[in-house]
């Protein structure tokens, strides 16, 4: 399950190109509100052919979906940790109450 949530906040930084190209095209008037990273980069190399902008660009992306899935991953770690403790402890509760009541049955 947990490795399914990463996937899923990995795919958070990732657009569909095809999609947001076709549909925009060179519409001034879409532009600004359907913008992703990856329509920039693509028409940054086209208008000025820099290939480092692009790269720079990518990886940046990159680095930055690497870092949130770590992120993420730390945090359920250690949610995950927690809600170990408290039912373990909620265990132990029960295990004590029924020896208990065991105990005063008898």
């Known amino acids: 399950m947990m490795i399914l949530v990463l996937l899923g906040i990995g795919n ?22 359907t913008d992703i990273i990856d ?3 693509f028409r940054m190399l086209i208008n000025t052919g ?10 940046y992306q990159s680095v930055l979906c690497f870092v949130t899935i770590v992120v993420v991953q730390r945090a359920g770690a250690q949610g995950a940790a927690r809600i170990r403790a408290l039912l373990s402890g909620e265990a132990e509760q029960m295990h004590r109450r029924t020896q208990a009541a065991q105990a005063a049955g008898s």
């Open 12 to 33: 958070i930084f990732r657009g569909d190109f095809g999609l947001f190209y076709q549909t925009v095209k060179t519409s001034a008037l879409l532009q600004p509100t």
């Open 39 to 41: 329509t920039y980069v």
């Open 50 to 59: 820099d290939v480092g902008m692009a790269a720079a660009a990518g990886l």
